[in-house]
């Protein structure tokens, strides 16, 4: 592996025009404005990127753009999987051929009743084995119902193109046991912001918040404060966002992350595609006090 998976990793909103139509100049232009704020790479097609709402040749095209806009510098994740072996490794391939660094595979779902785990050991390892990048587990239960478990972790830990997990359950006990159990350069990464100081208290290499899309600088400055032993400075940034991660994660989700972009001006947030629904003038301005109380916007 080529690159250190270490640092905060947003998981990048798809910019949509009213008819759902994907503006790449929107894109462009907010990769270009989270350049300058210390973030270490980026998400390209996560949950937050409405990568389910997107079909295989629009996925493509947004990787491509995502790669024009991010520097060599900054990792790029391609978030992918499918609900097959097959199609997911097509994806993945596709990824490693627009410049991907690695591909984010998230877990299949739709048979979940048959989702154990030899069904969940076997689907990774033969994407990882035909991988020409290496390949970062994703679990996000709230989303798909489907948990990796620890053991199926340490399993697949033992692959050497297997090389880490974002893991957005927020259970800071699993990340410990995890951590304790796998390779030192198996990376966790958390996948929430509310849970990202205590996350690195553990062993995580880092985090994909979508809390990082909103307030990036902060979310670096948590990472930064930590790896300096300020821990004082991490913890107050980290209480200060906390109420402004679940509003952009659990209350509001992608249309309210969407939402907090527009309310900050620089960056476009816009409408996310139907059936998601954007917020309300109620809601926007419930936000918003979130949104001052954090120290994002005044």
Partial sequence: MKFKI?????PIPTSFDN???????????NLARWNAT????????????????????????????????????KTFFAGAGAESMRAALS?????????????????????????NAAALIAHYRAIADASPIPII?????VYTG?????????????????????????????YSE??????????????????????????????VPALANVAPRECVEIFDAFKRGDHARAKEIQLRVYALNAAVTAHWGVPGMKAALDELKE???????????????????ALKKIMRDAGVIK
């Fill in 6 to 10: 270490e640092g905060v990793f947003p």
């Fill in 19 to 29: 008819d759902g139509n994907i503006l790449h100049d929107k894109i462009k232009a």
């Fill in 38 to 73: 210390g973030l270490h790479g980026y998400v390209v097609l996560g949950s937050n990127g409405e990568y389910v709402s997107l079909d295989e040749k629009e996925k493509c095209a947004v990787w491509e753009t995502a790669r024009e806009a991010i520097p060599r510098e």
């Fill in 91 to 115: 994806l993945v391939q596709h990824a490693a051929r627009i410049g991907a660094d690695a591909a984010m595979v998230v877990t299949p779902y739709y048979y979940k009743p048959q989702m």
């Fill in 137 to 141: 587990l994703y679990s996000v239960p």
């Fill in 146 to 174: 489907i948990d990796l478990d620890v053991s199926i972790v340490i399993e697949l830990a033992k692959h050497p193109n297997i090389v880490g997990i974002k893991d957005s359950a927020g259970n800071i006990g699993k």
């Fill in 178 to 207: 995890m951590i304790r159990a796998v390779r030192a350069d198996f990376a966790l990464l958390a996948g929430s912001g509310g849970v990202f100081y205590p996350a690195l208290c553990v062993g995580a290499k880092g985090c």
């Fill in 267 to 285: 960056f476009y947030g816009g409408p996310p595609r139907l059936p998601l629904q954007s917020l309300g003038d109620v809601e926007r301005i």
